[in-house]
Every structure is written in C-alpha cells, then in structure tokens.
C-alpha cells in the first residue's frame, strides 16, 4: 500500500512539474522539467534492455523446449543478433551498412504488409456498402460520388462531380473530421487529468 501510494505521489509530483513547464515562464522549472524529460528517456531506454531481455528468454525457453513455432524463434534471434552485430560493428543506426539494411530487408517487409491490407480494405468496404438502412445508403451515395470525382473518369461522365466532390470533403467530411479531433482532445485532456490527480494509476497496475 506504501509502494502504490508514494509510486502516486511521485508521479503526480512529475506530471505537475512538467505541465507547469508549458504554462510558467521560469528558468528553473525549464531546467527541473528538462532534466524529468532526460531521466524518463534514460528510463525508457533501460526498459528496452529490459524488453530485449524478456524476448530473448521467452525465445531460448522456447526453442530449448521445442514448442510450436520455435523456428520462428530462430528466425526472430537470429534476425536480432545479425542486426545487433552489424550497429555495433558500423557505427550505429546512421551508419550506411545499417541504412541499407533497412532499405533492403525492412522497408520490402513493410510494403508487403501494407499491400495485404489492400484486400481487408476491399472486403470491409463491400460490407459497408451493402445498403440495408438511410444511414447506409447515403454513406453508399457519397462515397461513390467522391470515388468517381477522384478519376477523370468521373469529369467525363458530369463535370460537375469533382466540383461535388471537393464540397463533401471540405464541408461534411472536414466537420465530421475536425468534430472526432475534438472529443479525441477532450477525452485526452480528461484522461491526462484522471492520471494527474491519482485517479486512474497505469504505472502501477
């Protein structure tokens, strides 16, 4: 009970200290929020070790047991040693080995990913176009009439619909758009007061 109520206190104290740097134009609280912000990022950089060490044991207990899929585990080691080596032995992330390293190997990898989600996307817009009520059937009307105004095929069938489409983007889309943004930073604020004033307590659960 002592250990969540002073985990509290202090960050409480923190999370008010590195508010009031926003707010107050003082040198020395500059400096205290300066040196809270480089402390948490020695932390942070702490909990990666401690990451990287929670991945290579569940791995090593996982291939030394033999359980299913402990040559992806192999792959997934090997993958992170092989890196590991090759920034410790060129000279860190900048250098240009480690750059072609993740032009080669990781920026193919995310491409691919990013291609498959091509096909959920077609597979959640035929569900959503499936018109079974007003709501949908207006949501089916506007989206094809910004789908068209967007080719120039759409400009060959009524000149009019890239001039629609540009109107539902910019005054329907953009006020639904900017109405989310705002219950988004209303909900933010809320939940960063929740955590200031001791109410909801993620760093200690």
Do not use: C
């Not at 932390?43 to 791995?59: K, S």
């Not at 033999?66 to 410790?88: H, I, K, P």
């Not at 109107?167 to 929740?194: E, F, H, K, Q, Y």
């Amino acid at each position: 009970m002592i250990s969540r109520t002073l985990s509290t206190v202090v960050a409480m104290t923190v999370g008010l200290l590195i508010l009031a740097d926003f707010f107050v134009a003082s040198a020395s609280i500059d400096a205290l929020g300066l040196y809270l912000i480089r402390t948490a990022s020695v932390v942070a950089a702490f909990a990666l070790v401690l990451g990287m060490v929670n991945v290579l044991t569940v791995h090593l207990n996982k291939i030394y047991s033999r359980n299913t899929g402990w040559g992806y585990s192999m792959v997934l080691l090997g993958a992170l040693f092989f890196t590991l080596g090759v920034g410790f032995l060129t000279g860190g992330p900048a250098s240009t080995q480690m750059q072609e390293l993740f032009e080669t190997v990781l920026f193919p990898l995310e491409a691919t990913l990013f291609s498959l989600l091509a096909f959920f996307v077609v597979t959640a817009a035929y569900r959503a176009f499936r018109v079974k009520s007003f709501e949908t059937g207006l949501f089916v009307i506007f989206g094809i009439i910004v789908l068209l105004g967007q080719v120039p095929v759409g400009a060959m069938l009524w000149d009019q619909l890239p001039v629609i489409k540009d109107w539902v983007l910019d005054v329907p889309a953009l006020s639904g758009a900017r109405g989310i943004l705002l219950g988004v930073a209303l909900g933010t604020v809320a939940t960063g007061l929740r955590v200031l004033l001791g109410l909801d307590r993620p760093y200690v659960d």
